[in-house]
């Protein structure tokens, strides 16, 4: 019996069509609800739109104003500084897992306390640490008058807002690199330490030379995670200051939101979005680059 072509061709490739069978329904998600509010986000930067009525095309006009914008340049260095100062959180998620990976008693109820944050709201986390540094009954003020300090207000003052929040952000983001490391410690192949231990390894050179090398992949996604989560920061900024005082504290996706919402200027609001977008996109292509080829050098 003569196989009909598509059956023939069924049988000589099925190898290479199934697992794209099984990728269609996510890549359709992943096209619909990802791929293309992307696309209509960067074709809304072209046009003036409050969001409700008729389009008008501005072609790059809200692009220009973009950059000749002061809050713009606030926001953009406020996202520099949250992204300087989050990556201090996959370094020390590190130092905690290496802590906690270890089999004492009460090792669980550790952990626990240390995997709290990454679980609870990032609302909760904001309204909790804007109590704890309320000048007037914050626990941070009644710790500056116990040395005899003159309470600072940490979330109205220009100067340290921003840093303010930025520890708060901490905290959980600490939590979820740590989760990390030690999903990646388990799978840390006991034979391979036991064999670095007998070659005379330790300390600093087993982290260095057979712990950290294993870490790689766990590593480049706290790195890649905590990125995104400085550059789109927006919930503890809203919850804490709303982007006060004067605007010192807002951040790229503050200033969108404060822009397309709030003032009803979607087109303006959508080219702040690309150009997060690609700063994003930019920073991610250069670091998983770098990843790839320290992969093909080893």
């Known amino acids: 019996m003569t196989q009909s072509p598509i059956a023939a061709l069924w049988r000589r490739y099925r190898m290479q069509i199934v697992p794209w069978l099984f990728l269609a329904p996510a890549l359709f998600m992943f096209a619909v609800f990802v791929i293309n509010p992307i696309i209509e986000s960067i074709a809304v930067s072209f046009y003036e739109w409050d969001g409700l009525g008729e389009k008008t095309w501005v072609g790059l006009n809200n692009y220009r104003e973009l950059f000749d914008d002061d809050q713009f340049y606030t926001a953009l260095k406020n996202n520099v500084i949250w ?12 130092a905690l897992a290496l802590f906690l990976n270890q089999t004492v008693r009460g ?45 600072v207000a940490i979330l109205a003052d220009e100067r340290y807002v921003t840093y303010g929040i930025i520890i708060a952000g901490l905290w959980p983001q600490i939590a979820y690199c740590m989760i990390l490391y030690l999903t990646g410690l388990n799978s840390v192949s006991p034979s391979v330490v036991e064999a670095a231990k007998m070659d005379g390894a330790r300390s600093f050179n087993m982290l260095w030379h057979i712990i950290l090398p294993e870490l790689r992949p766990a590593t480049f996604i706290a790195i890649v995670v905590t990125v995104i989560g400085a550059l789109r920061s927006f919930d503890l900024v809203s919850i804490m200051t709303d982007g006060g005082p004067y605007g010192s504290s807002s951040v790229m996706a503050h200033y969108m939101y404060d822009q397309a919402i709030r003032n009803y200027r979607m087109g303006y609001g959508a080219a702040i979005a690309t150009v997060l977008f690609v700063i994003m996109d930019v920073y991610i292509a250069f670091f998983l680059r770098r990843m790839l080829s320290k992969e093909r050098g080893r």
Do not use: H, N
């Open 83 to 94: 992204l300087v100062l989050y990556m201090l959180a996959p370094p020390i998620g590190l």
């Open 107 to 151: 090792i669980r109820l550790a952990k626990a306390l240390f995997f709290f944050p990454f679980v609870i709201s990032q609302v909760v986390v904001g309204l909790v640490f804007a109590w704890f540094m309320d000048p007037s009954f914050g626990l941070l003020g009644e710790g500056f008058k116990m040395f005899g300090l003159e309470p």
